[in-house]
């Protein structure tokens, strides 16, 4: 993740992964990124008569001026309407062929202690594993049975996956596309209090609802032995840098990010309304790398535990069912 402009107290960046080498299957090194073709995305232009009638208050102002200045300093791009079909189409056409060879991969465990990362093939598919990681392709509940609560991580990144219709109506759709969702009785059960130490840092990730956003502020910072020390939003933005819809309509063009620390933990000094700015990829899901943005909190080289990881990066220990999703080398780019 790089921080592409910042002022405000907002930060626009990209999903950049940090650059490593990989050793293919013929002893090769080579360097891959993420494909920008993930996130040819487009606002839907909408018709004259179908136009909402935007309140600017000081936080959708803010906003606004923020993403006027990223354009006046040409952050984004300025594409045509009559190229702008034909990249939808290619981008249709990636995640096409990226939901067809999905596939549940069942229970299983690996990790890489080189210095370089490694491509490996499972199945018919060949992934990305990153130089110091290792992954727990295995149920979160099942999580004390595989990783010893001796062991104490610095930072966590955490996407629950509740209950919502949006899932419940792609599972009858096109299965690939959904996830396993949780109760939130069954999210309070997740053991995290026996990973974390004074000084560890929680990301948590929420979507737009009241219900969950209650039950991280309550339920989960009092279950998990955490206290909130800031909330954040992720404002997604087309590739021309406009917000994918109102602010005052019923679904909003963000996501929160509770961020906490341990209930005993002194104060961190964080920026606590921070807005940060990215183009989503078109994989649901798909969240941008946050780290760099609390390397002056951590140690030099954080123990990282991301709970429902679908990606996996250097230095983190990822447990989920999805683990290796993202991680397929069709998502990428050889360098």
Known sequence: MIVIQESNDCKLINHDR?????????????????????FNNFKIKRKDNAKHQETDDSEVTKIKTFLTECKLKNFFSTIPDSDIEGIKDDNIKLMNEFYSKTKEFGQFHGENNLNH??????????????????????SVDKMPDFLSIDEKFDYFVIDPPFRCRYIKRLKKTCQQKSYQMMTNEDILKIPLNNYTHKNSLIVIWCTNSDTHEKFIRSDIMHAWHLKLIGTWKWVKIDKCGDTFCPFNGSKKPYEKIFIAAHADSDNKCIEQDLTIFSQPSSIHSHKPPLLELFKGLLPLEPKCLEIFARSLYENFTSVGLECLKLQNTMLFDKL
């Open 18 to 38: 940090s650059l490593c080498e990989y050793q293919n299957s013929d002893g090769n090194l080579v360097k891959y990124e993420l494909s920008q073709r993930l």
């Open 117 to 138: 990362g490694i491509v490996t093939k499972i199945n018919t598919e060949q992934y990305l594993i990153p130089p110091k990681c290792r992954f727990f392709n295995k």
